[in-house]
């Protein structure tokens, strides 16, 4: 079965301190998405990657596909950050639907 | 920057009644698909849309959802009959490459009384 399971649920941090959000699924994908979802409950996707690492400013998105793993990272914490992350698998070949994890809530603290 | 945009914001709507949610994808998008977040829950998928067909559907989506591209900008997500396990924040997202980043609109919450 398919599916994405991300730790930790909910996270606390102090402005200015590196957050690691993880993202694992359980069998081969072909992209791993990173989203953003708001208090008032609208999503924007942050990044898409199927290697490698990538960067957005503050926000860092790596894969490592043989441990079938994926991390975002913020740095320097800002209490805007405070929203729910989620990670979503897209599989591929004849599916291009997204498979989402449950989302980690992060709360920074000024 | 171009967004997807869905109205109305929030739908109040008695069980048992038709309800249509709308949404605008980016205009030069092909791909187009729903997805709902039940309170608490995470995303799940519905369906998607491509070239003027349901190219993938959930078990969720039954008989009693449909989808239309009535006019080559709208894009529509109707439920039949509506329950109150429809309650539910529902997403349309688009994107001009299905191996692209999906852009989601802010969603139309969903209650049925």
């Known amino acids: 079965k398919n599916e994405v399971e991300q730790s930790p649920q909910n996270l606390t941090a102090q402005e200015g301190e590196f957050i690691t959000i993880n993202c694992s699924y359980s069998?081969?994908?072909?992209?791993l998405h990173w989203l953003q979802q708001h208090p008032g409950g609208g999503i924007v996707s942050l990044f898409m990657l199927s290697s490698g690492k990538k960067k957005h400013g503050r926000l860092i998105a790596t894969i490592n596909i043989q441990e079938k793993h994926s991390s975002l990272h913020i740095t320097a914490s800002h209490p805007r950050d405070s929203a729910v992350y989620i990670c979503?698998?897209?599989?591929?070949?004849?599916?291009?639907?997204?498979?989402f994890g449950t989302g980690t809530l992060l709360a920074v603290q000024p | 920057e171009p967004e997807v945009t869905q109205t109305p914001s929030h739908q109040v709507t008695q069980m048992g009644q038709e309800v249509i949610l709308r949404c605008v994808p980016i205009s030069n998008h092909l791909y187009f698909y729903w997805y709902r977040q039940i309170l608490g829950q995470k995303v799940e998928f519905l369906v998607s849309f491509y070239n003027n067909e349901i190219s993938e559907k959930s078990e969720i989506f039954d008989d009693q959802f449909s989808v239309e591209r009535p006019d080559g900008s709208n894009f529509t997500l109707k439920i039949r009959s509506t329950k109150l396990e429809d309650s539910a924040m529902y997403f349309c997202a688009s994107t001009g490459d299905f191996r692209d980043l999906q852009h989601f609109g802010d969603g139309t919450r969903l209650s049925i009384l």
């Open positions: 979503a698998a897209y599989y591929g070949g004849a599916t291009n639907k997204l498979i």
């Open positions: 069998v081969g994908i072909s992209a």
